[in-house]
């Protein structure tokens, strides 16, 4: 409660300057989630202005989610700055089905979308990301994120890397451009649904793959590639969607070997990678045979639409580049233009941490109301994968969890063999707050240890 805010950094109105104030005391870490603030009253006598000038100061900050004001104890700094959905069906109260990065309030990324497009206009103009730009991105733009992901994938450059509209559009072309209707592209045997559905408007024949406690099985993959001679291998080493798998170094290696010796090439999504930024893609193994996926919208925000394809070799380039211009012409500039400034300002790398850390509580989560059942997870992953006991099977437990306002996505969004062993996918990002999150985890476990409706026969 001895939060004073510094004014004179800041232009405008005084209930602006304060809310100014406040937005960068919580990016620069001087306050926390769930620290009080002042009152309205003594803010007011502090600053030494009128009292309806601080009110009006903390209504445009709870309006912007920085604070929250809670009944009968005070206002306090926000856990997040995610705003309420409104387009969720009525049935629902928390959604727990999509995969999403939470937002937790030291992310700042209402703060960073605003400072980094005011120094966007600042320097060029938003004008200037109004026309027609060069597919792929521009020079500057690719040198940028070459850099950047250098960190990860030493071999990374500028000439062998284009910015695709996000990792659903890199799919879809890759396929479009090694694939021809009737052909088989391997996969896990559960995958991205974004997969499914290009293979499918592709007319490509997806044949499952094997997997295990640590992602898909060498033998298996050896075997599947030896009896169908795919175009293509498509994988998701780190952090699975849906299992949360992590392919383990050793088995990494089998894999390359394995697609040098099979003549084929792997698209590698690494949609989760920067969440474990530690682990080596496999196309630092076999870069002549990979087309490397990183996106954006599990480590930071998925309306972003901007990721990175590395290619193995000049043709390849030309042709992604050619299938970009054909089916979307572009990136967005301007998301394409922010990405950019905050990677080169290091708030990319900020937002990612934040992320990172609050995908680790959220976990921590998990595991104190699931203590005693049998799942799937990983450290800084934004979903965990729940088999479902044997009593249950997946549309009764779906439904039932419904009826209590949670949702969830079932093992068959995913599977592509429809036999696959009953489970669900919980994506814990999805919640607004983790007292939200509690909530529907403390209505999961519940669900998880109730008998099954028993039928009554008349």
Known sequence: MDWIPTLSEWSGPAFTRIVDALAADIVSGRLKRGEQLPTHRALAGTLGLDLTTVTRAYNEARRRGLIEALVGRGTFVSETTARTRENIPHTVKIDLSMNIPPQPV???LDVHIAQGFKAIGEAAGFSAYLNYQPPGGSDDERAVAAHWLRRRIPAAQPERLIVYPGNQAIVFNTLLSLASPGDVVLTEALTFPGMKAAAEML????????????????DALKAACKAHKPKAVYLIPTLHNPTTATLPPKR?????DIIRASKTVLIEDDAYGWLEPGISPIANLIPERTYLA??????IAPALRVSYLLLPDAAAE??????????????PPLMVALVTHWIRSGIADKIIHAIRNESAGR????????????YAAGAHGHHLWLPLPPRWNRMDFLGRVLDRGLALVGDDAFAVDPASPPAVRV???AARTRAELAQALQSLAETLKSPTQSVQVV
Do not use: H, W, Y
């Open 106 to 108: 030291e992310a700042s």
């Open 203 to 218: 007319k490509l024949r997806l044949v499952g793959v094997a997997m295990d406690a640590d992602g898909v099985r060498p």
């Open 252 to 256: 990494r290696e089998a894999i390359a």
């Open 294 to 299: 990183i996106g954006l919208s599990k480590c």
């Open 318 to 331: 030309q042709a992604l580049r050619n299938a970009l211009a054909a089916t979307l012409q572009m990136p």
């Open 363 to 374: 976990q921590r989560l998990a595991a104190k109301f699931l203590k005693g059942m049998p």
């Open 427 to 429: 994506s814990l990002g």
